[in-house]
Protein backbone atom coordinates (compact mmCIF):
# COMPACT_ATOMS: atom_id res chain seq x y z
CA UNK A 1 0.00 0.00 0.00
CA UNK A 2 1.97 3.38 -0.86
CA UNK A 3 0.93 6.71 0.99
CA UNK A 4 -1.87 7.73 -1.31
CA UNK A 5 -3.95 4.84 -0.79
CA UNK A 6 -3.11 4.77 3.07
CA UNK A 7 -6.19 5.21 5.32
CA UNK A 8 -7.15 8.54 6.19
CA UNK A 9 -7.33 9.03 10.22
CA UNK A 10 -8.08 11.92 11.62
CA UNK A 11 -7.30 13.19 14.78
CA UNK A 12 -9.21 12.70 18.22
CA UNK A 13 -8.72 16.43 19.58
CA UNK A 14 -10.43 14.48 22.86
CA UNK A 15 -7.52 12.01 23.30
CA UNK A 16 -3.96 12.99 23.64
CA UNK A 17 -1.79 10.78 21.16
CA UNK A 18 1.16 9.65 23.11
CA UNK A 19 3.17 7.93 20.43
CA UNK A 20 6.83 8.78 20.07
CA UNK A 21 9.19 8.59 17.26
CA UNK A 22 12.82 10.36 17.09
CA UNK A 23 12.39 9.53 13.09
CA UNK A 24 8.94 11.42 13.09
CA UNK A 25 10.55 13.90 15.25
CA UNK A 26 13.08 14.68 12.60
CA UNK A 27 11.02 14.45 9.31
CA UNK A 28 8.36 16.68 10.89
CA UNK A 29 11.64 19.42 11.85
CA UNK A 30 13.33 18.82 8.64
CA UNK A 31 11.01 18.40 5.76
CA UNK A 32 7.04 19.22 6.89
CA UNK A 33 7.83 21.75 9.84
CA UNK A 34 5.78 25.02 8.96
CA UNK A 35 3.25 24.19 6.31
CA UNK A 36 1.43 21.37 8.43
CA UNK A 37 -1.00 22.51 11.05
CA UNK A 38 -0.67 20.94 14.38
CA UNK A 39 -3.84 19.15 13.85
CA UNK A 40 -2.08 17.16 10.49
CA UNK A 41 0.83 16.52 13.18
CA UNK A 42 -1.52 14.77 15.48
CA UNK A 43 -3.60 13.30 12.77
CA UNK A 44 -0.39 11.39 11.47
CA UNK A 45 0.80 10.46 14.76
CA UNK A 46 -2.35 9.14 15.55
CA UNK A 47 -2.49 6.83 11.99
CA UNK A 48 1.21 5.29 13.00
CA UNK A 49 -0.16 4.38 16.34
CA UNK A 50 -2.75 3.12 15.27
CA UNK A 51 -0.92 0.95 12.29
CA UNK A 52 1.75 -0.23 15.04
CA UNK A 53 -0.56 -1.16 16.71
CA UNK A 54 -2.22 -3.31 14.30
CA UNK A 55 0.90 -4.43 12.47
CA UNK A 56 -0.16 -2.88 9.42
CA UNK A 57 3.78 -2.19 8.82
CA UNK A 58 3.37 -1.26 4.93
CA UNK A 59 0.87 1.35 5.96
CA UNK A 60 2.96 2.37 8.96
CA UNK A 61 6.08 3.07 7.00
CA UNK A 62 3.76 4.93 4.13
CA UNK A 63 3.69 7.23 6.62
CA UNK A 64 6.82 8.39 6.01
CA UNK A 65 8.76 10.93 3.10
CA UNK A 66 11.79 9.92 1.78
CA UNK A 67 14.24 9.44 3.65
CA UNK A 68 12.96 8.10 6.61
CA UNK A 69 11.72 5.39 5.85
CA UNK A 70 14.37 3.05 6.63
CA UNK A 71 15.11 4.75 9.50
CA UNK A 72 11.44 4.16 10.66
CA UNK A 73 11.52 0.49 9.80
CA UNK A 74 15.11 0.12 11.89
CA UNK A 75 13.15 2.17 14.51
CA UNK A 76 10.42 -0.39 14.94
CA UNK A 77 12.07 -3.57 13.17
CA UNK A 78 12.55 -5.04 17.24
CA UNK A 79 8.93 -5.67 17.14
CA UNK A 80 8.33 -7.44 13.96
CA UNK A 81 8.85 -11.04 13.14
CA UNK A 82 11.21 -12.37 10.95
CA UNK A 83 7.70 -13.34 8.53
CA UNK A 84 7.01 -9.44 8.73
CA UNK A 85 10.41 -7.94 8.75
CA UNK A 86 11.50 -9.20 5.20
CA UNK A 87 8.50 -7.90 3.21
CA UNK A 88 8.57 -4.80 5.05
CA UNK A 89 12.33 -4.10 4.19
CA UNK A 90 11.41 -4.79 0.75
CA UNK A 91 8.58 -2.32 0.67
CA UNK A 92 11.02 0.35 2.25
CA UNK A 93 13.72 -0.51 -0.21
CA UNK A 94 11.40 0.23 -3.16
CA UNK A 95 8.97 3.06 -2.16
CA UNK A 96 12.82 4.72 -1.72
CA UNK A 97 14.27 7.66 -4.12
CA UNK A 98 17.28 8.11 -1.87
CA UNK A 99 18.50 5.06 -0.08
CA UNK A 100 22.41 7.34 -0.15
CA UNK A 101 20.70 9.28 2.85
CA UNK A 102 19.94 6.06 5.17
CA UNK A 103 22.97 3.54 3.92
CA UNK A 104 24.34 3.24 7.43
CA UNK A 105 20.48 2.30 8.41
CA UNK A 106 20.33 -0.22 5.32
CA UNK A 107 23.56 -1.59 6.96
CA UNK A 108 22.27 -2.34 10.22
CA UNK A 109 18.93 -3.38 8.83
CA UNK A 110 20.91 -6.16 6.60
CA UNK A 111 23.22 -6.98 8.90
CA UNK A 112 20.95 -8.94 10.99
CA UNK A 113 21.01 -12.41 12.14
CA UNK A 114 16.79 -12.92 11.13
CA UNK A 115 16.01 -16.22 9.28
CA UNK A 116 13.89 -16.26 6.38
CA UNK A 117 15.84 -13.77 4.11
CA UNK A 118 14.67 -15.46 1.34
CA UNK A 119 10.96 -13.96 1.78
CA UNK A 120 12.41 -10.71 0.65
CA UNK A 121 11.94 -12.16 -2.94
CA UNK A 122 9.31 -13.72 -5.79
CA UNK A 123 9.22 -17.15 -6.40
CA UNK A 124 11.07 -16.52 -9.88
CA UNK A 125 13.06 -13.91 -8.08
CA UNK A 126 14.77 -16.89 -5.73
CA UNK A 127 14.77 -19.08 -9.53
CA UNK A 128 16.88 -16.14 -10.94
CA UNK A 129 19.09 -15.36 -8.01
CA UNK A 130 19.68 -19.20 -7.65
CA UNK A 131 20.72 -19.29 -11.23
CA UNK A 132 23.26 -16.37 -11.41
CA UNK A 133 27.11 -17.27 -12.70
CA UNK A 134 29.89 -17.18 -9.94
CA UNK A 135 30.85 -14.48 -10.30
CA UNK A 136 27.82 -11.82 -10.99
CA UNK A 137 28.66 -8.86 -13.02
CA UNK A 138 26.90 -5.97 -11.83
CA UNK A 139 26.56 -2.09 -12.61
CA UNK A 140 25.79 0.96 -10.76
CA UNK A 141 24.65 4.44 -11.94
CA UNK A 142 25.51 7.14 -9.83
CA UNK A 143 26.42 10.73 -10.08
CA UNK A 144 30.33 11.25 -10.25
CA UNK A 145 31.98 11.80 -6.69
CA UNK A 146 29.06 10.65 -4.87
CA UNK A 147 27.72 7.10 -4.07
CA UNK A 148 29.30 4.94 -6.19
CA UNK A 149 29.55 2.33 -3.03
CA UNK A 150 25.88 2.05 -2.56
CA UNK A 151 23.39 -1.39 -2.05
CA UNK A 152 20.83 -1.23 -5.62
CA UNK A 153 23.19 -2.79 -8.67
CA UNK A 154 21.61 -4.09 -11.55
CA UNK A 155 22.41 -6.87 -14.28
CA UNK A 156 21.16 -4.61 -17.46
CA UNK A 157 24.10 -2.13 -17.88
CA UNK A 158 21.43 -0.05 -19.65
CA UNK A 159 19.29 0.36 -16.80
CA UNK A 160 22.74 1.62 -15.14
CA UNK A 161 23.26 3.96 -17.62
CA UNK A 162 19.46 5.58 -17.17
CA UNK A 163 20.15 5.67 -13.54
CA UNK A 164 23.35 7.53 -13.51
CA UNK A 165 21.07 10.80 -15.66
CA UNK A 166 17.86 9.91 -13.65
CA UNK A 167 18.55 13.45 -11.69
CA UNK A 168 21.47 15.06 -13.66
CA UNK A 169 22.60 15.61 -17.51
CA UNK A 170 26.08 14.03 -16.05
CA UNK A 171 26.43 10.61 -14.95
CA UNK A 172 28.70 7.77 -14.49
CA UNK A 173 28.53 4.03 -14.51
CA UNK A 174 30.77 0.98 -12.65
CA UNK A 175 30.62 -2.15 -13.23
CA UNK A 176 31.80 -4.73 -10.47
CA UNK A 177 31.75 -8.03 -9.59
CA UNK A 178 30.20 -9.90 -6.91
CA UNK A 179 30.65 -13.59 -5.46
CA UNK A 180 26.98 -15.18 -5.96
CA UNK A 181 27.03 -16.23 -2.50
CA UNK A 182 26.86 -12.33 -1.53
CA UNK A 183 23.84 -11.67 -3.61
CA UNK A 184 21.19 -10.29 -0.85
CA UNK A 185 18.57 -10.95 -3.57
CA UNK A 186 17.36 -10.07 -6.78
CA UNK A 187 14.42 -7.81 -7.36
CA UNK A 188 12.61 -7.80 -10.95
CA UNK A 189 9.12 -6.38 -10.02
CA UNK A 190 9.92 -2.87 -11.84
CA UNK A 191 11.94 -5.04 -14.78
CA UNK A 192 14.96 -3.35 -13.23
CA UNK A 193 17.06 -6.86 -12.73
CA UNK A 194 18.30 -5.02 -9.53
CA UNK A 195 20.63 -7.00 -7.40
CA UNK A 196 21.03 -6.20 -3.66
CA UNK A 197 24.29 -6.55 -1.85
CA UNK A 198 26.49 -5.22 0.62
CA UNK A 199 28.83 -2.68 -1.74
CA UNK A 200 31.91 -3.96 0.39
CA UNK A 201 31.65 -7.56 -1.22
CA UNK A 202 31.88 -5.40 -4.72
CA UNK A 203 35.14 -5.52 -6.78
CA UNK A 204 34.44 -2.40 -9.16
CA UNK A 205 36.51 -2.78 -12.42
CA UNK A 206 35.92 0.00 -14.27
CA UNK A 207 33.34 3.05 -14.99
CA UNK A 208 32.38 4.98 -17.55
CA UNK A 209 30.33 8.66 -17.72
CA UNK A 210 26.77 8.76 -19.09
CA UNK A 211 25.53 12.11 -20.48
CA UNK A 212 21.80 12.68 -20.50
CA UNK A 213 19.66 15.20 -22.85
CA UNK A 214 18.57 18.44 -20.86
CA UNK A 215 15.09 16.89 -20.65
CA UNK A 216 15.13 13.99 -18.65
CA UNK A 217 14.79 10.72 -20.36
CA UNK A 218 12.56 8.14 -19.52
CA UNK A 219 14.07 5.02 -21.54
CA UNK A 220 17.29 3.79 -21.07
CA UNK A 221 17.91 3.72 -25.21
CA UNK A 222 17.78 7.15 -25.08
CA UNK A 223 21.32 7.91 -23.18
CA UNK A 224 24.29 8.77 -25.28
CA UNK A 225 27.15 6.87 -23.53
CA UNK A 226 31.05 8.37 -23.65
CA UNK A 227 33.13 6.17 -25.14
CA UNK A 228 35.70 6.96 -23.03
CA UNK A 229 36.80 4.78 -19.83
CA UNK A 230 38.40 5.62 -16.38
CA UNK A 231 40.03 2.98 -14.57
CA UNK A 232 40.27 2.45 -10.80
Not at 51 to 78: C, I, K, S
Not at 109 to 115: A, E, I, K
Not at 214 to 222: A, D, E, N, S
Request: charged share 30%; aromatic share 12%; glycine share 4%.
Amino acid sequence: MTEASAPQIEANPETAVTFQSPTLDMMERDTIHGWESKEQHEARRAALEEHRGLREWDQYLGRFTNPYRMLALLEVAHDMTDSEFWPAFRYAYEIADNLYQSKWAMQALLSTNRSGREAIMGEEERAVCESLPDPVVIYRGYLPRRNLRGYGWTLNRRYAEWFAVRFSDVGRVAEGRVARQDVLAYFNQRKEEEILVDPANVTVKRRWDVTGPMKRPKYPHLIRVRPSWTSL
